[in-house]
């Protein structure tokens, strides 16, 4: 089922009657059956949109639509959606088994085809075998598949998960990134993932949000917006080592690096925030010269510092192609590997 | 006017900084102190304290309060014991004729009013005692239940409404009792006057009063237990309530929860343990009723000039100190431990029963 959000805003007052905004004016529309990850650092809004989705939080202006319907106003209990809590939400007091069940006590299900649906849903996530424990005689991870089985169980129509991956340790959060991801796949559901590790969103979604400070700054697929960056945060925001950014002069066609011509661009003279990802440096012959400041061999790769317009800059190149104890390397980007973006708005202004 | 706010209110911060300076520097000069005090001592080998193994320290610091628990708790216990096997104690010469085993429990259970109804009264103590434990504490905490659950669902006017339902707490019982004996008065009492107001024939209907059949004025005594030891309960569910994590009534909105199975399957079992710990504390409690039938019906406990008597086990056996019967501490000691026996026996059961219902 597809869902779409229309200039969705979310302002809260305070006592004092300070606004704040947390969502402005979301436009999204996510095709049915995708997974889409709505990332963000903290306090960008992600989270209220996904309640707001939910029927937990009203929305200040905008529009929710599930399908045809227009849900903007329609109660939580209504609007036929499954949602995975940070922490779980599961009952302590009652078994995995009743957990799992209790959403379906309140609706028109024959009794025997509600056990059906629990066991079904328990072996999906993989927890057949665990119904008769206590969420609190389970680990993080098995009870992250309660809470989705619990979720999933009364076939909602769009599926929420608000971070759920945060509480888990690190190896269980890739194993359960790729049970969710295969739990999406069969059951096909449209959901949306919430969560602040650029990551994590990149690996398991279909498609990506990008928010900051409620706004939207890019949506596309994650392999997309990795190359493709709307803006500079978007580029910054995505990719691990961080991009290197600094500022650059175009000049006469030529952007100017520590005083030399590094590469012809086609764009208006002036000054511009550059973006090069580490890992887009290659060590050539023909390369542009810099300075060794520092030198990390890492296996593989090897982790090279130096100077761009007085900035520190990181490049990430193939062990093989540089000596040990080099003082001098030949670093060279393609054209469309590097970012320029407009120095007042953030806006990707060319690349290649 | 604003400049005027303004340098006030700096010059408040300013002596508040002052004062604030001040006790810092005081705390200084006194650590300073002490470490002087603990290096003399140590270089003359004088720290008796260090030599103190741990647990002859903490029953030095915890002698204050064992001393008083041991003359005013445990002394009274092992007394009780051993006044028990007396036979005819008597209080003012202190003289005893033997000793008895079982002698003053037969004593007192074999008392006309005490588990048999006398011929003459109609009534005895174990039987009000346990008409009023058994239907003044399930009411009262099922009414706290609902009341906390309600006040805990209300927006305007939270504090209001949980302070006014706080109130029955902080008043003194005595006091409280006596304004019910008035409203249960049979002339021109309000219970009366509001009765007739819904046409209900009242007039002279006597509660608290010679007339009063024993179950009105058992209802009333009721009425009163519940109501006075009904806003400890609220304020504990109220806390307890206030403490369940929002996500589960989130859960359960969107799972299109009806409110009454909120109410049932997730706030009662999510604070079990505190309905567990009201329930034991006010069978207890209730056993123990004292005072609020002194208060009702005075010491005599029972309405002036009727043939049966309200009085619970305690006044029972506070007859034998202080009363009637005074003097006859072996009958009381005997009459307290059989109170004990029943309050012990009715625990057990009660926290047998709690293990399958208490979520913990």
Redesign the interface.
């Known amino acids: 089922m597809e869902l779409r959000l229309e200039n969705l805003t979310k302002i809260f007052t305070n006592k004092t009657g300070i606004e704040t905004t947390a969502v402005s004016e979301l436009d999204i529309t996510i095709e049915s059956g995708t997974l889409v990850g709505l990332l963000g650092p903290s306090g960008c809004g992600k989270s209220t949109t996904l309640f707001m989705i ?3 939080e009203k929305p200040t202006g905008g529009k929710i639509f599930f399908g045809d319907d227009d849900v903007t106003k329609l ?4 609007r036929g ?3 995975v ?1 940070q ?1 779980y ?1 599961l ?4 078994t995995v088994y009743n957990n799992i069940l ?2 379906l ?3 028109d299900v024959p009794r025997e085809e509600a056990i059906e649906r629990v066991k079904e849903m328990a072996n999906l996530v993989g927890i057949g075998t665990l119904l008769d424990r206590k969420p609190s005689q389970l680990s993080g991870g098995q009870q992250q598949r309660v809470a989705i089985a ?1 979720a999933l169980v ?1 076939k909602p129509r769009v599926l929420l998960l608000d971070e759920p991956l945060s509480n888990l340790d690190a190896r269980l959060r890739l194993q359960m990134r790729e049970e969710i991801k295969r739990i999406q796949r069969e059951t096909g559901i449209t959901t949306i993932f919430v969560t602040h590790d650029q990551e994590e969103a990149m690996s398991i979604s279909d498609k990506m949000v990008v928010l900051d400070f409620g706004v939207k700054q890019q949506y596309d697929s994650p392999q997309q917006m990795y190359t493709d960056p709307d803006n500079l945060f978007v580029a910054k925001f995505l990719g691990n080592p961080p991009i290197n950014t600094f500022e650059a002069e175009v000049k006469k066609g030529y952007m100017m690096i520590n005083g030399d011509k590094f590469m012809k661009f086609d764009v208006p003279d002036g000054l511009y925030d550059i973006g090069m990802r580490p890992e887009n440096f290659r060590a050539t012959e023909d390369g542009f010269k810099v300075a060794i400041k520092d030198i990390f061999h890492i296996g593989r790769d090897t982790m090279i510092h130096f100077d761009f317009n007085g900035v520190n800059v990181r490049a990430l190149v193939d062990s093989d192609d540089i000596e040990e104890k080099q003082k001098f390397v030949n670093l060279s980007i393609k054209p469309n590997r590097v970012y320029m973006f407009d120095k007042k708005t953030g806006e990707v202004v060319s690349h290649g | 006017m604003a400049d005027l706010i303004n340098s006030t209110k700096k010059f408040f911060r300013k002596i508040g900084t002052v004062i604030k300076t001040f006790f810092w520097n005081i705390r200084r000069v006194l650590n300073n102190i002490k470490k002087r005090i603990g290096k003399f001592l140590d270089k003359h080998n004088l720290n008796f304290a260090s030599k103190f193994p741990g647990w002859a320290k903490a029953l030095l610091y915890l002698s204050p309060a064992l001393i008083v628990l041991a003359i005013f708790t445990f002394w009274p216990i092992i007394n009780a014991f051993a006044l028990v096997v007396y036979e005819n104690y008597n209080m003012t010469t202190d003289t005893i004729t033997g000793y008895t085993v079982f002698g003053n429990f037969i004593t007192v259970l074999t008392d006309e009013s005490f588990i048999v109804p006398a011929s003459h009264t109609g009534s005895s103590a174990v039987i009000n005692t346990l008409i009023i434990v058994f239907i003044s504490v399930p009411v009262s905490v099922l009414l706290a239940l609902f009341i906390s659950a309600a006040l805990n669902s209300i927006k305007p006017l939270k504090g209001f409404f949980q302070t006014i339902y706080f109130l029955p707490y902080v008043t003194n019982t005595i006091a409280i009792g006596l304004v019910f004996a008035y409203m249960f008065k049979a002339d021109g009492g309000l219970v009366n006057e509001f009765l007739s107001f819904f046409g209900v024939q009242s007039d002279g209907l006597s509660w608290v009063e010679s007339g009063a059949v024993y179950w009105r004025s058992m209802f009333v005594l009721i009425f009163y237990s519940i109501w006075s030891t009904l806003a400890f309960k609220i304020m504990v569910f109220l806390t307890s309530i206030q403490g369940i ?1 929002k ?2 009534y ?2 359960a ?6 409110r009454s ?1 909120i109410f049932s ?2 706030t009662v ?2 604070i ?1 343990p505190m309905i567990f710990y009201i329930l034991v504390t006010s069978v207890i409690g209730a056993f123990k009723i004292y005072n609020s039938i002194v208060a009702l019906f005075g010491t005599s406990g029972a309405p002036a000039g009727v043939d049966y008597n309200l009085q619970s086990i305690v006044m029972y056996i506070y007859q034998f100190i202080d009363g009637s019967n005074a003097g006859n501490l072996s009958v009381a000691a005997a009459g307290s431990l059989i109170l004990f026996a029943i309050i012990l026996v009715l625990t057990l059961v009660q926290m047998q029963v709690s293990k399958k219902r208490v ?1 913990y």
């Open positions: 939910a029927g937990l109660a939580p209990e209504k959606i499954g949602l809590f922490n939400a009952y302590p007091h009652m209790f959403p006590e309140n609706l619990r009364k | 994590d996500q589960y989130q859960a909105a969107i799972d299109a929860t009806p199975k399957r997730i079992p999510l079990s979520h």
